[in-house]
């Protein structure tokens, strides 16, 4: 799957919010390039929630086991949960095993968020195109409710939550 199918499929999720940092952005140099996805209806970046998913082009200093340095390597995160975490990986988010985290084409625990409920998947192709978009669809729809309850907000429109 290419970086683009990914970003044309969220971005035409209604009310998102992609922040995609770059030079004279105000954001820090280390996050020019990578690309943070929020369920925002109205546009503002939230002050109360992390994205719900996340894709990164470089290693950062304190997450490097994916290797992405290299040319043509990136990253999708995507907060799943811990339920949907143990489906996908077969572990606990609390207590998943080390493992080789440069596997591309993979669903990996997060190595640096996995606890928390987050998936990754170095250079999505073939064998995780169709479950990744589904779990961005969802975490989009996951983050919208809880957007919605935090706003207390009833005029917004109902979102129906995709089916698996």
Do not use: C
Not at 84 to 93: H, I
Not at 140 to 160: F, I, K, T, Y
């Amino acid at each position: 799957m290419s970086m683009q199918l990914i970003l044309e499929t969220v971005r035409a999720f209604d009310g998102v919010l992609e922040l995609a940092p770059g030079p004279g952005s105000g954001f820090p140099e280390i996050a020019w390039g990578d690309h943070f996805f929020y369920a925002s209806p109205d546009g503002s970046i939230p002050s109360n929630r992390q994205p719900y998913a996340t894709i990164v082009t470089k290693d950062y200093p304190d997450d490097a086991l994916s290797n992405l340095d290299p040319p043509g390597r990136w990253r999708l995160n995507i907060h799943v949960g811990t339920a949907r975490f143990a489906e996908l990986t077969g572990e606990s988010p609390r207590d998943f095993t080390a493992r080789d985290f440069t596997e591309p084409d993979v669903i990996l625990p997060h190595p640096v968020y996995g606890s928390l409920g987050w998936i990754a998947i170095v250079n999505p192709g073939i064998r995780t195109t169709t479950t990744a978009l589904a779990l961005l669809r969802d975490a989009h729809a996951d983050d919208r409710g809880r957007a919605e309850r935090r706003s207390g907000a009833d005029d917004l429109p109902a979102v129906r939550r995709p089916s698996r």
